[in-house]
Structure formats: structure tokens, C-alpha cells
């Protein structure tokens, strides 16, 4: 069926280390119509890097490709090969709170500088034909107030239609990046607000999501919703997806019949020389609540690494758990 919703009615976030090429794939044999998030790459990263940093697999999409950086001339031809690999959407970070991202002018400190985003946004839209969005919070600092995020969606909003909004501050200092996402207090509320005065903009909304409920509760009073952690140590969350939010005839996913779809492409990419390992991290969170998943964690844990580590692994691992 066309799905006929909005693109980022629900995504999986942006998470370094973690939302890999292989992550995404294995999270595609869930969902088809959830929109997939690259982790952050920065600008200079791609400009300079000795290897491609921008390869996937197109069976991935659709993926947003997620931009760091502040130099609207560096993001505008990173945004450019983007397009040109096929991405579905540019995403500008503006939303991580790491001292490493602020030390190289990106992530939750630029909603100090709305100008400067606006810039990098323009920038963008004009080299590229697909969608260019920004992830970011509902404040930073002592700069929470509501009148202040207002003002910086009006800076933007010009050059940018769709916003992923962090329903918490960002503090750049004193709190790590886990703590950035746990301690300051999630506000909703804020977030909903935006929609009702923005209504012709689109607006998702990502922090503490863990439920399918949940999801559809937001989905009343936004337009999309980001899930980050839950998505991934719990991806059989991913396989009630189209189904509940797209399509009502989709079927139900279950994790064992994800991880089976994966073989050919494990295969394909153990021919590359690819450890078996990196590939199954991705999966060892597939059977909350199910019977013998510790006895899968901990086979693929002890095993997967090993030199010539193959399918029979994953195998053996499943042959643990009783699901279906």
C-alpha cells in the first residue's frame, strides 16, 4: 500500500556507534516504512576521510543522512553527495550535547546561534532537491524558555519545514551526554505547543518514547515520532510498526523472522571480510521477555567475535530461545 503519511510519522534516531549500516538493515527487515537515521557524520569528516563514509546498502531506505557541522559552504556540498548516494533526507544535528561536538561548532550549542543554523539550512536547500530537516531541543542552558525555541523556529523556518524536537534541554556543561538524556526533565507539553503554533509546519517528537500506546498517543498531537534507545535494545518493537501506525493489513514481524531475513545479506558481507560481530551486536536485544534469551546474549556474546565466525553462530544462538 503507498503509505500516504507523513515521511517521519515515526523514525528511528540517530545514534552513534549504534545506528550503523548493519543496524539499519537488520531494523529494515521490521519495518518498511519507517524512516532510518544514519548516526552523526560530520561535514569535515566526509570532506577528508581516507575511506567512504557514506556507504549503504540501498535497501536501507528510506534513510536520513545526519549532518554535524556549522560551515554552510562545507554542508552544502556534503549535502550534495548525499543526494547524489540516493539518501532520502539531510538532517542537521543540532541537538547533541557532547563537549566533542561543541569543540567542533555543532549539535545543541548552535540553537545559541539561530542565525548561523538558518544559514547552514539555506545553504543546504539550495544544492539539494530532498528534504533538509533539524533535530534539536526544546532549549539549552539557561535559555529555556518557550518564547526562546519560538524564536529560533521562526529563524529557521523559512529554509525548514520539518523539525525533530528533544522534548528536554541540553546542558553543554556539567552533564555527560547519558545524562543529558535522563536528567533534565522531559516536557511534552512544549512540544505540542509548537504544533498548535506552527501548524503548517511538521513537527516529530523524540525523548523517553518506549511504547507503541505511546507512540499513538503523541501521533494526536504531532506529526511524527522519533524512538531512539527503546527501538534499538528492543527491535521487536520495530515489527508492530506498519501494522499500528501505517498500514493495518502489514504483518507483524518477530524478531526471529528478521534475523532469518538477514542471512543472505551476513553472508554477502562475511564475503567482504566483514566480523560476523559487528553485524550481530545489532541484534542481541531481540528477545525481551522471551524465554532462553539470556542463553542467546550470551552465545553470541562468547562467539560472534571469534576469527571466522559465521551463520552457524546465529544459528546455534537461536536454536536457544523459544519464540516465534
Same mark, same amino acid.
Given at each position: 500500500?503507498?503509505?500516504?503519511?507523513?515521511?517521519?510519522?515515526?523514525?528511528?534516531?540517530?545514534?552513534?556507534?549504534?545506528?550503523?549500516?548493519?543496524?539499519?538493515?537488520?531494523?529494515?527487515?521490521?519495518?518498511?516504512?519507517?524512516?532510518?537515521?544514519?548516526?552523526?557524520?560530520?561535514?569535515?569528516?566526509?570532506?577528508?576521510?581516507?575511506?567512504?563514509?557514506?556507504?549503504?546498502?540501498?535497501?536501507?531506505?528510506?534513510?536520513?543522512?545526519?549532518?554535524?557541522?556549522?560551515?554552510?559552504?562545507?554542508?552544502?556540498?556534503?549535502?550534495?553527495?548525499?543526494?547524489?548516494?540516493?539518501?532520502?533526507?539531510?538532517?542537521?544535528?543540532?541537538?547533541?550535547?557532547?563537549?566533542?561536538?561543541?569543540?567542533?561548532?555543532?549539535?545543541?550549542?548552535?540553537?545559541?546561534?539561530?542565525?548561523?543554523?538558518?544559514?547552514?539550512?539555506?545553504?543546504?536547500?539550495?544544492?539539494?532537491?530532498?528534504?533538509?530537516?533539524?533535530?534539536?531541543?526544546?532549549?539549552?542552558?539557561?535559555?529555556?524558555?518557550?518564547?526562546?525555541?519560538?524564536?529560533?523556529?521562526?529563524?529557521?523556518?523559512?529554509?525548514?519545514?520539518?523539525?525533530?524536537?528533544?522534548?528536554?534541554?541540553?546542558?553543554?556543561?556539567?552533564?555527560?551526554?547519558?545524562?543529558?538524556?535522563?536528567?533534565?526533565?522531559?516536557?511534552?507539553?512544549?512540544?505540542? @505547543?509548537?504544533?498548535?503554533?506552527?501548524? =503548517? $509546519? /511538521?513537527?516529530?517528537?523524540?525523548?523517553? #518514547?518506549?511504547?507503541?500506546?505511546?507512540? !499513538?498517543?503523541?501521533?494526536?498531537?504531532?506529526?511524527?515520532?522519533?524512538?531512539?534507545?527503546?527501538?534499538?535494545?528492543?527491535?521487536?518493537?520495530?515489527?508492530?510498526?506498519?501494522?499500528?501506525?501505517?498500514?493495518?493489513?502489514?504483518?507483524?514481524?518477530?524478531?526471529?523472522?528478521?534475523?532469518?531475513?538477514?542471512?543472505?545479506?551476513?553472508? @554477502?558481507?562475511?564475503?567482504?571480510?566483514? =566480523? $560476523? /560481530?559487528?553485524?550481530?551486536?545489532?541484534? #542481541?536485544?531481540?528477545?525481551?521477555?522471551? !524465554?532462553?534469551?539470556?542463553?542467546?546474549?550470551?552465545?553470541?556474546?562468547?562467539?560472534?567475535?571469534?576469527?571466522?565466525?559465521?551463520?552457524?553462530?546465529?544459528?546455534?544462538?537461536?536454536?536457544?530461545?523459544?519464540?516465534?
Amino acid at each position: 500500500m503507498e503509505n500516504t503519511y507523513y515521511r517521519g510519522r515515526f523514525s528511528v534516531a540517530p545514534m552513534l556507534d549504534w545506528t550503523t549500516r548493519h543496524c539499519r538493515y537488520f531494523h529494515r527487515q521490521f519495518t518498511q516504512h519507517s524512516l532510518l537515521y544514519s548516526e552523526m557524520i560530520t561535514a569535515p569528516a566526509i570532506l577528508h576521510a581516507k575511506y567512504d563514509l557514506l556507504a549503504y546498502d540501498p535497501a536501507e531506505n528510506p534513510v536520513a543522512l545526519q549532518l554535524g557541522g556549522s560551515d554552510p559552504e562545507q554542508l552544502a556540498t556534503c549535502a550534495k553527495l548525499v543526494e547524489q548516494r540516493g539518501y532520502a533526507e539531510i538532517n542537521l544535528n543540532v541537538g547533541c550535547p557532547s563537549d566533542r561536538v561543541q569543540n567542533g561548532m555543532f549539535g545543541a550549542c548552535l540553537m545559541g546561534n539561530a542565525d548561523l543554523v538558518a544559514r547552514c539550512v539555506e545553504a543546504m536547500v539550495n544544492e539539494v532537491s530532498i528534504p533538509v530537516t533539524v533535530k534539536h531541543r526544546i532549549g539549552i542552558d539557561d535559555l529555556d524558555s518557550y518564547e526562546f525555541l519560538c524564536n529560533f523556529i521562526e529563524k529557521i523556518q523559512p529554509y525548514c519545514r520539518d523539525f525533530i524536537v528533544h522534548a528536554r534541554k541540553a546542558w553543554l556543561s556539567g552533564l555527560s551526554p547519558k545524562q543529558n538524556r535522563e536528567i533534565p526533565p522531559l516536557d511534552y507539553e512544549r512540544v505540542y @505547543q509548537l504544533k498548535r503554533d506552527f501548524p =503548517h $509546519l /511538521n513537527i516529530s517528537i523524540n525523548g523517553g #518514547i518506549k511504547t507503541i500506546d505511546e507512540i !499513538k498517543h503523541h501521533l494526536q498531537f504531532v506529526d511524527g515520532v522519533m524512538v531512539g534507545r527503546e527501538a534499538y535494545q528492543n527491535p521487536s518493537l520495530l515489527g508492530e510498526i506498519d501494522q499500528a501506525l501505517f498500514d493495518e493489513n502489514s504483518p507483524i514481524i518477530t524478531a526471529k523472522q528478521a534475523i532469518e531475513k538477514m542471512f543472505p545479506y551476513i553472508e @554477502q558481507e562475511l564475503s567482504k571480510d566483514v =566480523h $560476523l /560481530n559487528h553485524i550481530v551486536r545489532h541484534m #542481541i536485544g531481540s528477545f525481551q521477555q522471551c !524465554k532462553g534469551a539470556r542463553q542467546w546474549r550470551r552465545y553470541l556474546s562468547e562467539n560472534a567475535y571469534k576469527q571466522g565466525a559465521g551463520i552457524e553462530v546465529i544459528e546455534k544462538a537461536l536454536s536457544f530461545v523459544e519464540a516465534n
